[in-house]
């Protein structure tokens, strides 16, 4: 009977301890959370297309000698820029300039057989020149021979056989005359073969000296200075460095969205702006190996930033109008791979499981689900927020 009061006495004390039920149930409702909210709304979000490519050039010519010489100036090295027209290359002039003299003295020996002087058109009629006159004058003279000859002939006063003869002295002469005629013709015929051959000597004479065929840097020397080149030989690598052309691979379930004149904007290693172009040539037929449709643009690149053979990442708008939603960066919480934001309903927190799209320019991220219009975003959102909790929306 002596324990059983004490025993009595921890039961009362324990059902009225601080841990009771009646103290929890009794305990006050949580004080509602501050937050700030943002209600979602679409926006101008232009829909793109990633892929990848390389950039090329636009231009890439290997510049050869059309003449054989041996090098005598060399005007440029690896990374040298140079305008369309500028001297790359120069051979030895001097054979090259005999040969022209060549040319031309046998122009002016076939012009001198005409009577021609310097600045005579070659353009001659063959009644003027000596030759032909000499002809006619020999023919008019076997002309008036054989009639006079004929009428004594048929006065009986010469014989038969002078009158012949008269006949075929006047047939020489004609022959003669034609003769000369046919001789002016051909003369003028070799003027232009001469004329021909000089041109080719001057067009030589030019070929010694190796122009860029456009503006553009030079990416390899071939040729030494001191050099004998054969006709074709190489001389340096030339390249056109604005603007550059890229070559991008879109994935075949992506392609039919794709248009010349598109915007394009590219990403390089190392660069933090993207560069932007236009889609100018899509191929007429998908590749077959990876399923992709390779497609050209060209990007301004007047300070050539760019390099061909260069790696890039690339979007192509393919529309420029088309709207969604965007939300700050910081209204998103990320755990384990998995996005969710909080949206207030009613005055309490409500958890949405949303999948991310691409950062905009201005650091926003688009939401591609998850989130609809009208919903109430939090926007400082914490990791200690639950479903449920009540919260007070600050204005």
Same mark, same amino acid.
């Given at each position: 009977?002596?324990?059983?009061?004490?025993?009595?006495?921890?039961?009362?004390?324990?059902?009225?301890?601080?841990?009771?039920?009646?103290? =929890?149930?009794?305990?006050?409702?949580?004080?509602?959370?501050?937050?700030?909210?943002?209600?979602?709304?679409?926006?101008?979000?232009?829909?793109?297309?990633?892929?990848?490519?390389?950039?090329?050039?636009?231009?890439?010519?290997?510049?050869?000698?059309?003449?054989?010489?041996?090098?005598?100036?060399?005007?440029?090295?690896?990374?040298?820029?140079?305008?369309?027209?500028?001297?790359?290359?120069?051979?030895?002039?001097?054979?090259?300039?005999?040969?022209?003299?060549?040319?031309?003295?046998?122009?002016?020996?076939?012009?001198?057989?005409?009577?021609?002087?310097?600045?005579?058109?070659?353009?001659?009629?063959?009644?003027?020149?000596?030759?032909?006159?000499?002809?006619?004058?020999?023919?008019?003279?076997?002309?008036?021979?054989?009639?006079?000859?004929?009428?004594?002939?048929?006065?009986?006063?010469?014989?038969?056989?002078?009158?012949?003869?008269?006949? =075929?002295?006047?047939?020489?002469?004609?022959?003669?005359?034609?003769?000369?005629?046919?001789?002016?013709?051909?003369?003028?015929?070799?003027?232009?073969?001469?004329?021909?051959?000089?041109?080719?000597?001057?067009?030589?004479?030019?070929?010694?000296?190796?122009?860029?065929?456009?503006?553009?840097?030079?990416?390899?020397?071939?040729?030494?200075?001191?050099?004998?080149?054969?006709?074709?030989?190489?001389?340096?690598?030339?390249?056109?460095?604005?603007?550059?052309?890229?070559?991008?691979?879109?994935?075949?379930?992506?392609?039919?969205?794709?248009?010349?004149?598109?915007?394009?904007?590219?990403?390089?290693?190392?660069?933090?702006?993207?560069?932007?172009?236009?889609?100018?040539?899509?191929? *007429?037929?998908?590749?077959?190996?990876?399923?992709?449709?390779?497609?050209?643009?060209?990007? *301004?690149?007047?300070?050539?930033?760019?390099?061909?053979?260069?790696?890039?990442?690339?979007?192509?708008?393919?529309?420029?109008?088309?709207?969604? @939603?965007?939300?700050?960066?910081?209204?998103?919480?990320?755990?384990?791979?998995?996005?969710? =934001?909080?949206?207030?309903?009613?005055? =309490?927190?409500?958890?949405?499981?949303?999948?991310?799209?691409?950062?905009?320019?201005?650091?926003? @991220?688009?939401?591609?689900?998850?989130?609809?219009?009208?919903?109430?975003?939090?926007?400082?959102?914490?990791?200690?927020?639950?479903?449920?909790?009540?919260?007070?929306?600050?204005?």
């Amino acid at each position: 009977m002596r324990f059983f009061l004490p025993v009595m006495g921890l039961l009362c004390v324990a059902c009225s301890g601080p841990y009771s039920n009646s103290t =929890v149930t009794a305990k006050a409702p949580s004080k509602p959370v501050p937050v700030r909210t943002l209600r979602i709304s679409t926006q101008l979000v232009p829909e793109i297309v990633a892929a990848t490519g390389e950039l090329i050039a636009e231009d890439q010519a290997t510049l050869r000698v059309k003449v054989a010489g041996r090098l005598a100036d060399l005007r440029v090295d690896l990374g040298s820029r140079v305008e369309a027209g500028d001297v790359i290359a120069e051979l030895e002039k001097e054979d090259y300039e005999l040969k022209l003299r060549q040319a031309e003295a046998a122009l002016e020996q076939s012009r001198a057989r005409l009577g021609l002087g310097p600045n005579d058109s070659d353009d001659i009629a063959p009644a003027n020149t000596a030759i032909v006159r000499q002809a006619a004058a020999s023919l008019k003279e076997a002309t008036l021979i054989g009639q006079n000859i004929a009428n004594l002939f048929k006065q009986g006063i010469v014989s038969n056989v002078d009158y012949q003869k008269s006949l =075929v002295t006047l047939q020489a002469a004609e022959a003669r005359y034609q003769a000369a005629v046919e001789e002016v013709h051909r003369t003028k015929a070799e003027i232009l073969q001469r004329r021909a051959e000089v041109a080719l000597a001057k067009q030589q004479l030019a070929d010694t000296v190796v122009r860029a065929p456009f503006r553009g840097a030079i990416v390899q020397r071939l040729a030494t200075l001191g050099e004998f080149l054969t006709v074709n030989a190489p001389v340096a690598v030339l390249v056109r460095w604005h603007p550059i052309r890229v070559r991008l691979q879109v994935p075949e379930r992506q392609a039919f969205k794709i248009r010349a004149g598109q915007r394009i904007d590219l990403l390089l290693e190392g660069q933090q702006s993207p560069k932007p172009g236009r889609v100018m040539r899509l191929s *007429p037929a998908m590749e077959a190996q990876n399923r992709s449709l390779v497609i050209e643009g060209e990007i *301004p690149n007047e300070e050539a930033q760019l390099k061909p053979g260069s790696f890039v990442e690339a979007t192509i708008t393919v529309d420029p109008n088309a709207r969604g @939603i965007a939300v700050p960066p910081r209204s998103v919480l990320s755990f384990a791979g998995v996005e969710r =934001v909080f949206i207030v309903q009613n005055g =309490v927190l409500a958890e949405r499981i949303v999948r991310l799209g691409r950062k905009l320019s201005d650091g926003s @991220i688009v939401i591609l689900e998850g989130l609809q219009p009208g919903d109430e975003l939090v926007l400082n959102p914490s990791d200690r927020f639950v479903a449920g909790q009540r919260v007070e929306v600050e204005r």
